[in-house]
């Protein structure tokens, strides 16, 4: 494995570490997005060890930081912050089809990381394959019902409510004596997202064009409270065995804990051996899942149509 | 903003450092090294490195940052086993520092952590004129019982989790999402105030915010052989609080009280 640094895009602004296998290298490339105000390393190193793995598996996987994030410049364009990260990942797609030759492009993010992956898979026809992780969703009625009921039976929920109710109310007084909240990193990707019509035309899309989606949600999101959520939510769209989903009820949102991201990134190298590489199923996550006394991930099922309606995922007992 | 990154070190070992050149015709003599906090401190801290050693380099002090070995962009899957072997790291990167830049004095800084690490180094780097110590920590056993306390919050925080998790469901020495070699731990678990006080005829600017009370022990001790140059702020970053360990700090308060008083300390 080779982890090299490079300058690339417009006025050689953006700034990635390019992770390619020591031997066979697959024609596909990874492209890492990075998530809100976070650099290329992802939160606790997640996009770190997920290209690690990727590279030793033989794919290539690139992370960059977008415009304005770690070490990559401003963008100049005057594009809004979402437009010009959509412009930043066409660009690193530019870059390694020009430089290295890559034609296969699979776009992978967390958060808003997953929605620029979105925008720019649905823009760039060279995308092949998406990982979302917290991407879009959309509420159904069946998620207030999975999402509150726990809740309701829950005395450490209602004292969390609580806690939380008297955290609000505090940092509501500090903000009145004057004391400004350090939220202005909330600031950077606000703004309505795209609606539910828009969204179910997109996914088609992308289906039309073949494009193979991983999508991973959290328990800790907030946003996704059942495995089946996401078809549900998008009932008309013909997705074709196209799109994989993942509901991971106990993580959070940003995968803190280590046991977490290992699983996480078996999952990830996994589908990506499953759809996408011409090399053997990654051992350096199967390794690292077994030193962290983790059980084997079942095999992928080829499309959603066939993920039952609950599934056991590494010891954890998904909602629905 | 003219930041030259590069991986510096033998393959296997590469450390990833960044090098923001002076921006101004005027170059300094004092250069600039930022030592990184540890673990989820690091990402919290990360943005607010960028702006200071921009405003750094804009009045014309070379400024490298840099990430530890198994940390942010840097090789290696853990951290150091050894402290010393933190500080060594940070001798090789003043190194690596002299040996682009044009500098006859050394400045390191950071915040947390890394500012306890910062004069840690300093008893054994030569030249280094100045410190800029943001928020350090004091008391290696005190940082230990904060970290275990704020990682015992966050396994049961439930607007995190959909249900509380378990001391199971983390790695041995895993605190916040980072683990810590037991060694590392102990020889953190030793670390005291009067060790950090030794440092002699430097300028040392302390900016220290609300809730951290470590600099207290800190101040007394070092205003006895250095310069100290303490402002206190009002902001709170909450290094304690357990729904704020995701959050980016930005103080432009306090990156501009060390820039300007290291412009005014250092040559």
Not at chain 1, 47 to 74: C, H, K, M, N, Q
Not at chain 1, 122 to 143: L, S
Not at chain 1, 146 to 153: A, Q, T
Not at chain 2, 199 to 206: A, E, F, G, R
């Amino acid at each position: 494995m080779n982890e090299q640094l490079h300058r690339f895009g417009a006025d050689a602004r953006l700034c990635g570490i390019l992770h390619t296998p020591a031997g066979n290298s697959s024609r596909t490339v990874v492209i890492f997005i990075t998530a809100g105000l976070l650099h290329k390393p992802g939160p606790f190193r997640l996009y770190v060890e997920l290209s690690r793995t990727l590279a030793a598996a033989g794919t290539p996987a690139l992370r960059f930081d977008l415009s304005g994030i770690g070490e990559s410049g401003r963008c100049t364009s005057g594009e809004s912050a979402e437009q010009a990260a959509v412009t930043d990942v066409c660009e690193a797609i530019d870059w390694l089809n020009a430089e290295f030759g890559f034609r296969r492009f699979i776009l992978a993010g967390l958060c808003s990381g997953a929605e620029v992956a979105h925008r720019a898979a649905v823009k760039d026809e060279r995308v092949c394959g998406m990982i979302a992780m917290d991407g879009y969703i959309v509420r159904t009625p069946a998620y207030y019902w999975w999402h509150y009921l726990p809740r309701v039976f829950s005395l450490s929920k209602w004292l969390d409510f609580a806690g939380g109710w008297l955290h609000r109310l505090l940092a509501r007084t500090a903000l009145a004596n004057g004391i400004a909240p350090e939220d202005e990193a909330l600031a950077f990707w606000e703004g309505p997202g795209p609606d539910r019509s828009q969204l179910a035309a997109e996914f088609t899309s992308l289906c039309d064009r073949r494009v193979r989606q991983l999508q991973i949600f959290s328990g800790g999101s907030g946003d996704c409270s059942y495995q089946r959520q996401f078809h549900d939510a998008f009932h008309d769209v013909d997705f074709n065995g196209l799109v994989d989903v993942r509901f991971l009820a106990e993580t959070d949102h940003v995968y803190v804990l280590h046991a977490d991201r290992l699983r996480l990134v078996q999952l990830i190298a996994d589908w990506i051996s499953e759809h996408f590489s011409v090399f053997a199923v990654p051992e350096r996550a199967r390794t690292s899942a077994r030193q962290a006394g983790l059980p084997e991930e079942p095999a992928f099922p080829s499309s959603l149509s066939n993920v039952p309606h609950s599934i056991k995922l590494a010891g954890r007992r998904n909602v629905e | 903003m003219l930041i030259e990154s590069f991986h510096s070190g033998s393959h296997g070992q590469r450390r990833y450092c960044s090098l923001h050149r002076p921006l101004t015709r005027l170059v300094r003599s004092t250069g600039v090294v930022l030592c990184y906090p540890l673990g989820h401190e690091y990402y919290r801290a990360h943005r607010s490195y960028v702006k200071l050693a921009d405003q750094l380099a804009r009045l014309g002090f070379p400024v490298m940052r840099f990430d530890y070995f198994g940390s942010g962009d840097s090789e290696g899957e853990c951290g150091h086993e050894r402290l010393e072997d933190w500080l060594h790291e940070i001798a090789e990167v003043v190194e690596e520092l002299r040996s682009r830049e044009p500098v006859s004095g050394i400045a390191l800084g950071g915040m947390r952590f890394g500012a306890t690490l910062s004069l840690l180094a300093a008893q054994r780097i030569d030249s280094v004129r100045a410190l800029m110590l943001w928020d350090p920590l004091a008391e290696g056993s005190r940082y230990i019982d904060e970290l275990q306390h704020l990682h015992g919050r966050l396994l049961n925080d439930l607007e995190r989790f959909a249900r509380p998790r378990r001391a199971e469901d983390c790695s041995e020495g895993e605190f916040i999402g980072t683990r810590y070699g037991s060694r590392f731990l102990r020889e953190l678990a030793a670390l005291r105030p009067d060790a950090l006080c030794t440092i002699d005829d430097t300028d040392i600017v302390l900016v220290g915010t609300r809730g951290t009370d470590h600099c207290e022990a800190l101040t007394d001790g070092l205003r006895k052989h250095a310069r100290l140059h303490a402002v206190a702020t009002s902001r709170d970053y909450g290094w304690q609080d357990v729904h704020r360990i995701g959050e980016t700090i930005m103080d432009p308060d306090a990156v501009r009280h060390l820039t300007s008083s290291l412009n005014s300390v250092a040559a």
